[in-house]
Structure formats: C-alpha cells, structure tokens
C-alpha cells in the first residue's frame, strides 16, 4: 500500500516503517496494527502521512494465512486438546510464574538471613533459587512488579530480593560480562546483611535517630563485609558492594569516604537498585512513593552521588514501556501512556478519557502508579 495520506489511515492497517515526531523520536513502531486511539495520537502529533504494509493484517484477512494462536494459547494447552482428541490422560506439569519463584526466594532469603550469624550461608542453594527466579526474568519490570504478598515485618528480604534482581538486571544493561552477573546478584542480595548485628529497635526506630544511632547504623556496611568474607563462592566485588553501597562519588559518602574509581562498580549498581527499591516498597512506618518521583530523584543524587552513566542506562532501560500501558496520576485520574520522549523518559504523554496531558508541562502532575 505504502504511504498515505492520514485521511485514509483506518484502524486495523500496519505499518510498513516507524513513524516520527518532528523531533526524530520514535512515536509508533513498524509492524504496530495501527488502534482507534492511535489515530488520536498521530493527529495529536500533526503526522500527515504513514508507511502501510503491503500485507493485509489479521482483521483485513479473509483465510487463516497470517493468524497466530490467540494470546491465551499455550503449549500445554495444545498437550491438553491433543490429548483430548485421542483420549489419552496427560498429565500436564506445573508451571511456575516469576512470582512463585520470587516468594520461594523471599523465604529462601529469610531462613539464610536469620541464621547467618550462627550458621554459614547457604550460598549454593541460594544461588540455584535466583537462576531459577531468573529463568522468567523477562516478565520482570522494575516500575511494575509488585510482590503478591507481603508481610510488614518482611521488608527486608522483599527489599534484598528486589536488589539482587534490579541489581542483575541493570549489569546485563551496562554490558557487564557475563561472568559477573550472578555474583552481582549476590552484592544486591547481601548489601545490607549487616543490619543483622544492628540493634532491631534502633534499626527499626520510626523517629528520628540521634547521632550516635546514626552512627551505628552506619556500621552495618562494616559488619556486611564481615559476615561475608566467611561465605564461599561469592567473590571479593560483592563483598565490597556490601561495605561501599552508602560511599558516593564525590567523596561525601561513608564508611571510607571513597570517590570515583575507588568504589568498585558493582557498589555502584547496588547503591541504585538499593535506593529505587527502599524508596518505592511499603513500610510500616511510611507509604511506597510513585517510582517515577524516584527516578527523578535518583536522576538529581547522579550529579556527585551516583555514577551518571550506570543512572542514565537505569532510566532509560526501565522506563521502556510500551505505549498503551495504563497509569494513574497524581490527581486520581487514569489513563494511558501514548508517548515516551527518550530525552525526559519520566514525563510522558498520557491521554485520559481523550485528553492528552503533556507531563513535562504540566509539572505539578505525575505517574503515581503504574497500573499495567
């Protein structure tokens, strides 16, 4: 079909080549079967002309050529219709969801954490929990994942699970080798197993702590690297991760006062996944923030505090969401992300009930959840 004027645009077209902004962004994808509210964006966004495919798509196809299975359809599904043709009893193995095997290492994570200062971790049956956990790493999204269940007083192993995800995730996204992967998964796993010899009611005190409590919950950077050195196969860098996650790369942070090059890397994608994770899950004594107000937050600690290259990647990779996914903004209202700009990737554009609110302009307003 090729190029057409947007009068002639129907839904149910696909396109033949991405489709531009003005400013060279990417505003719909080639391939996308062109919706009802993707008219409303390429209006909203003045295009006054697409690439069709040649092809006729699935709702313009008069046989079956073209049509794939329905969305629901699964490979065990299709054990089970087979099965019911030739009356045969099949039996269907379970599938685990990346939930199951997250709540499996919630409970792994808890066991190795409460008895780490009497018994060596479990490093090997750990470590055989998050390959399996990470066999479904593709349904992991870090702005919309939420555990299914969570008890208040656990918080602390959801928070170390989380950052060993986050933490593995974010080393495949700066092109770590994948030698290191895992072992930076066990630096956001274990980062804050030094809490373990932390006085519980100072480390849990909802109110503000007085200097010399500051002071000795600083020192659970210190007797994380302790607890560590005795465990086997973890390597030097995780063990450092859990001593140098609070240092900051000017300099200001603690224990050693480290900058720079001086903080090994994997401290440095720990003290990010650390800070994302500590700010957007529920605690007792305060309510999980909308995790785009917390990137924007760890965009600003990237100017002397984080490394800015490891944050860039960090923002950009996760908030990578297709257009179309529902949100609700700060002022209740629902709606749909229609275009991310890759140069504020935190202030989209969201369309409600047919309006579209440009959220780098309206500032007042944000993404406070992300609703799927």
């Known amino acids: 079909m090729g190029l057409i004027t947007l009068s ?16 060279g962004n990417v505003l719909l994808q080639k391939g996308k079967v062109i919706l009802p509210k993707d008219m409303e964006v390429l209006r909203a966004f003045m295009i006054h002309q697409v690439d069709i495919d040649q092809e006729r798509t699935v709702s313009g196809s008069t046989g079956n050529k073209g049509v794939s299975a329905p969305t629901g359809s699964t490979a065990n599904e299709k054990i089970a219709e ?24 919630v409970g792994l994570t808890k066991n190795a954490f409460l008895s780490s200062l009497a018994a060596e971790l479990p490093v090997y049956e750990l470590r055989t929990q998050l390959e399996s956990l990470f066999v479904h790493l593709k349904q992991y999204n870090v702005l919309t994942f939420n ?41 956001g796993l274990f ?16 109110s503000t702590l007085t200097v010399t409590e500051q002071e000795e919950i600083r020192q659970h950077t210190k007797y994380g690297y302790q607890i560590l050195k005795q465990a086997k196969a973890i390597n030097e860098g995780a063990r450092l991760a859990a001593l ?12 050693l006062q480290l900058s720079g090059t001086q903080i ?13 994770h500590a700010m957007t899950l529920e605690k007792i004594y305060r309510k999980a923030q909308s995790p785009y107000l917390v990137l924007e937050q760890i965009q600003s600690e990237a ?7 490891i944050v860039s990647v960090f923002v950009q990779r996760s908030t990578q969401i297709h257009n179309g996914i529902r949100v609700k903004l700060s002022n209740n209202q629902i709606g749909e992300i229609i275009f991310s700009d890759r140069d504020h990737p935190t202030r989209p554009m969201v369309s409600v009930e047919g309006t579209i609110i440009n959220l780098m302009q309206q500032r007042q307003l944000h993404i406070q959840e992300v609703l799927g």
């Open 82 to 105: 087979r099965a019911g043709k030739t009356g045969n009893v099949v039996t269907i193995p379970a599938v685990t969801s990346l939930q199951d095997e997250y709540e499996k290492m």
């Open 8 to 23: 002639e645009v129907k839904p149910g077209l696909k396109l033949g080549s991405d489709v531009h902004t003005l400013r």
């Open 147 to 187: 555990p299914r269940v969570m008890q208040e007083h656990d918080y602390v192993y959801h928070h170390a699970v989380l950052s060993a995800i986050t933490s593995y995730q974010l080393a495949q996204w700066i092109d770590l080798p994948s030698k290191d992967w895992m072992q930076v998964a066990f630096a």
């Open 191 to 206: 980062h804050d197993i030094g809490n373990n010899k932390v006085d519980p009611q100072i480390l849990h005190k909802p």
């Open 244 to 255: 140098q996650h609070h240092e900051k790369v000017d300099g200001s942070g603690y224990p």
């Open 264 to 276: 090994h890397i994997y401290a440095k994608i720990v003290a990010i996944a650390d800070i994302f």
């Open 303 to 309: 100017f002397g505090k984080l490394d800015p290259a």
